[in-house]
């Protein structure tokens, strides 16, 4: 059974700093590009980073671009979002989410979400 | 970045209804769309793919339709848990883009 857990939200001031982690399993997660999608409180679906399953190819949105680093750890089963200068338009439920194929665009698994809530 | 537009943006229905929710990308994306469904505090699920290709575990009276510019999700028949919230999402260009959604309630 495919699992994402996603972890490392709270609450942060602007201009602050979080690591978000998401531990995958049931699935050969080096296969597989990985990606975070998030949703700010009453509104819809953002993507924000794809990682490919080597590591070496990432994409961001231009709203995170020099802000979020995405990264993975193939030999822990984890990605990882480092999420850096906080503003408040950064507050949401982020999600880890797979593709259906190692690379076709569509995320067929998510985690629960981890909400990150940026405030003074 | 390719903008999808959903329509409309809450649709009044009664189970056993059949129902029809639109998507329009700024430019042609083929058949590179997506929809999801999502229920309150629940992450997204996806339905379809590739425009008209079925989910796995997805059941026969969602079927998706269109290419190029005009999508389509149609509901045969409308069962009590479809009332949700639906997103369309394309993979044609990078940024991947979502639409804002469309609400679908129960009349």
């Known amino acids: 059974e495919v699992k994402l857990l996603e972890s490392g939200g709270g609450s942060v001031q602007p201009g602050g700093s979080l690591r978000l982690s998401c531990a995958a399993s049931g699935f050969t997660f080096t296969n597989y590009a990985v990606n975070w999608v998030r949703q700010a409180p009453g509104k819809g679906l953002e993507w924000v980073s794809t990682i490919s399953g080597s590591g070496r190819d990432t994409h961001y949105a231009d709203s995170v671009k020099g802000r979020f680093t995405i990264s993975r750890d193939n030999s822990k089963n984890t990605l990882y979002l480092q999420m850096n200068s906080l503003r408040a338009e950064d507050t949401a439920v982020y999600y880890c989410a797979k593709f259906t194929g190692s690379n076709s665009g569509w995320f067929d698994y998510w985690g629960q979400g981890t909400l990150v809530t940026v405030s003074s | 970045e390719i903008v999808l537009t959903q329509s409309p943006a809450t649709l009044s229905l009664s189970p056993g209804e059949r129902a029809t929710l639109s998507c329009r990308a700024s430019q042609s994306i083929s058949i590179y769309l997506a929809w999801y469904q999502q229920k309150p505090g629940q992450a997204p699920r996806l339905l379809i793919y590739?425009?008209?290709n079925r989910a796995t575990g997805i059941p026969a009276r969602f079927s998706g339709s269109g290419s190029g510019t005009d999508f389509t999700l149609t509901f045969s028949s409308l069962e009590p848990e479809d009332f949700a919230v639906y997103y369309c999402?394309?993979?044609?260009?990078?940024?991947?883009?979502f639409g804002q959604g469309t609400r679908l309630e129960i009349k």
């Open positions: 590739d425009a008209s």
């Open positions: 999402q394309q993979r044609s260009n990078w940024p991947f883009t």
